[in-house]
């Protein structure tokens, strides 16, 4: 494993227990970290990426503790955060060839070449002349992830890094997450849109109220979830009632009425045929029935 979590904690000085007793071990490739917003996800990419202490607790990456070897851990390590910012004075080109400096890459050959060689790889080396304040919103997250890579690091944190793309860019990203992390290094991609864990991850761990409430493989937790999805076709004035009895996961128009997709142990009332699960579904079957929680991303 490429990183071993034990006994993590997280107390806030005003109370908050961002972090419960974390205990996970995540290996190399992607792995997806799950969860809706204020589930502890963020606090602990903060500790990972050694930008905060915890309370209490040991971390290994690599083989270095990551308590004691911060600056090691650094070295190896490539971050994209949620609110990536960059100097609007500099071109594309510009930051990234500043962000190759800061990491150490100090030979100016090897540096313009590495800058060059990343602009193709996320697809940016057309506009490396455009000042990185003007790209659009898919352009600046592949810059961001470029400034993560430009060292070559072992271990890549991205924090909600879709968030705000359109579909052909959010697929574009998680694409290129899929390719790099074929190269023998670990990627935790923090998130809570399902959709980028399903397709890109074979391990992950879904967190809830600073918890890890699921750990292992996405079909693992959609196994939990077989016979459990329903599709049922209801009137306008059924609606609220199904709406209120059941976590309702879509709807749609059908006729005079509506067609509801469902999950639940069992239906009483309604005509309802089962429906092949996917991920979404495993989530919110697992968020509402294992820890007694609706959850509306």
């Avoid at 034990?6 to 961002?18: D, F, K, T, V």
Wanted: some cysteine; aromatic content about 8%; glycine content about 8%.
């Amino acid at each position: 494993m490429s990183i071993s979590i034990r006994s993590l904690n997280m107390r806030y000085p005003n109370g908050n227990h961002a972090l419960k007793n974390i205990n996970m071990e995540i290996p190399t490739g992607m792995f997806g970290l799950l969860g809706p917003n204020g589930a502890g996800k963020s606090t602990l990419m903060r500790i990972l990426v050694a930008l905060m202490e915890p309370t209490s607790g040991e971390v290994d990456v690599f083989g270095y503790n990551l308590l004691k070897q911060r600056k090691e851990v650094r070295k190896i390590l490539g971050y994209l955060p949620q609110d990536f910012r960059f100097f609007a004075k500099y071109k594309t080109y510009e930051f990234l060839d500043y962000a190759a400096r800061l990491s150490g890459m100090n030979n100016s050959k090897q540096r313009r070449q590495a800058v060059d060689t990343m602009l193709e790889s996320v697809g940016l080396f057309d506009v490396r002349e455009r000042y990185a304040n003007k790209l659009s919103g898919g352009m600046k997250r592949r810059l961001g992830i470029a400034q993560a890579l430009i060292h070559n690091p072992k271990l890549i944190i991205v924090d909600e890094p879709t968030t705000g793309l359109d579909p052909e860019e959010r697929i574009r990203f998680r694409n290129l997450l899929a390719e790099i992390s074929e190269k023998d290094v670990t990627i935790i991609l923090s998130t809570h849109i399902v959709g980028d864990i399903s397709s890109t991850c074979n391990c992950m761990a879904l967190m809830n109220k600073g918890e890890v409430a699921f750990y292992g493989a996405p079909q693992s937790m959609l196994g939990e979830t077989e016979g459990k999805v329903w599709r049922m076709k209801v009137s306008g004035d059924d609606l609220p009632l199904v709406d209120k009895k059941y976590p309702v996961i879509s709807t749609i128009p059908s006729g005079t009425g509506w067609e509801v997709q469902v999950v639940a142990d069992e239906i009483e009332g309604y005509d309802a045929e089962p429906y092949p699960p996917n991920l979404e579904h495993a989530y919110v079957y697992y968020m509402e029935k294992k820890l007694n929680r609706w959850v509306n991303d």
